[in-house]
């Protein structure tokens, strides 16, 4: 079983660049997250989504964009890379009930340079 | 609002015991326990719910205080392979189409056990 599986787990990117972070879970998990790490601080949610279709902000949103065409999937858009997303992101996957375990994929180690 | 939580950082022996601590300026709906070694993702440790019900692994244990807003782990008869940093995620607000955690994290506390 697989899990939560994040592509690629590192990328430079250059100053203006885009660039989409991928995240496929298989556990037929309802919920889905992204998260950002910064060095020695907590993680921090960009998105989340609570099914095909449906998405919704998190803490920190502003120059990400999701989707969620299929249960399976939850894509993250760069658009114009900045130095200020260097970060390692994370996501995880829940399944929908009141003793939810957030399951992680390794992450994806981002430079913006 | 982000929760706090202390010690910043803890050495223990290995057999020591520890106990870390997280406060929240909010009224939480649950407490979710983290740990996170270098380089590693996130590995759930425990889930405590308002009212009391609580999932997690055997050997450590957790209480939620939810008059006043905090939480706190309990490392026993600690090992080498406890090493890592704690984070503490609480949650204001289960989210209401039916289950899912919007988590806010604290910014870990450093644990590292020594021979």
């Known amino acids: 079983n697989a899990g939560v599986t994040q592509t690629p787990k590192f990328r430079i990117l250059k100053i203006g660049q885009s660039m989409t972070l991928q995240c496929a879970q298989d556990?037929?998990?309802?919920?889905m997250y992204w998260y950002r790490q910064d060095p020695g601080m907590g993680l921090k949610l960009i998105y989340y989504s609570v099914g095909a279709g449906i998405t919704d902000k998190g803490e920190v949103p502003n120059g990400y964009n999701v989707s969620r065409s299929t249960t399976e999937d939850f894509p993250l858009r760069l658009e114009l890379a900045a130095p200020s997303q260097t970060s390692v992101y994370f996501c995880?996957?829940?399944?929908?009930?009141?003793?939810?375990?957030?399951?992680f994929g390794a992450g994806t180690r981002l430079s913006v340079l | 609002q982000q929760p706090v939580q202390s010690p910043q950082a803890v050495i223990l022996r290995e057999g020591e015991d520890a106990v870390i601590n997280c406060s929240s300026s909010k009224a939480l709906y649950s407490v979710h326990w983290y740990r996170q070694k270098h380089g590693e993702a996130p590995v759930f440790l425990m889930i405590l719910l308002k009212g009391g019900e609580q999932k997690g692994h055997d050997k450590i244990s957790a209480s939620f205080n939810e008059k006043k807003q905090q939480s706190s782990l309990y490392l026993t008869a600690s090992q080498l392979s406890y090493s890592g940093t704690y984070f503490c995620g609480t949650d204001t607000d289960f989210i209401l189409t039916g289950g899912g955690n919007k988590l806010t994290f604290g910014t870990g506390t450093q644990l590292k056990v020594e021979l």
């Open positions: 995880a996957s829940s399944l929908g009930t009141e003793l939810v375990i957030q399951y």
């Open positions: 556990m037929n998990h309802n919920y």
